[in-house]
């Protein structure tokens, strides 16, 4: 079906572009960790005929003692991709937001947060 490694970079380009350039494709594999930052995956199903459905989940981690600045980047993804549509040669992308959520991690200095949302993706070829 489509070309999903081009959709899964697309994803990431909008959300470095958007939200913060912290962000990284299922591991933070910088040599230097700058906080706060995102991990994304994109998780696809077929759904019809040159259609798939599917989410990408967003986890935001900072050091902070509390959750404002992960707050806040979750608003840019609530403002930025609320009922967005982007067209691409290669597909449609619609993305809406879902949820988020707390997340518990076994270090007591970082914080993280998840974050969903729901994609229909029309491939054009």
Avoid: C
């Avoid at 459905?53 to 959750?67: K, L, Y």
């Amino acid at each position: 079906m489509g070309n999903l490694p081009a959709l899964i970079a697309f994803i990431g380009d909008l959300l470095r572009e958007k939200v913060t350039e912290q962000t990284f494709f299922d591991t933070n594999t910088s040599e230097k960790v700058v906080y706060p930052y995102m991990t994304y995956s994109v998780d696809t199903e077929w759904s019809e005929h040159q259609r798939d459905d599917g989410s990408v989940d967003i986890d935001i981690f900072d050091t902070s003692q509390s959750f404002a600045d992960i707050i806040e980047l979750e608003q840019l993804i609530k403002e930025n991709f609320r009922l967005m549509s982007v067209t691409q040669p290669d597909f449609i992308l619609r993305m809406d937001y879902v949820r988020s959520s707390n997340v518990p991690t076994a270090d007591p200095l970082i914080r993280r947060r998840t974050v969903q949302m729901h994609i229909r993706v029309d491939w054009r070829k």
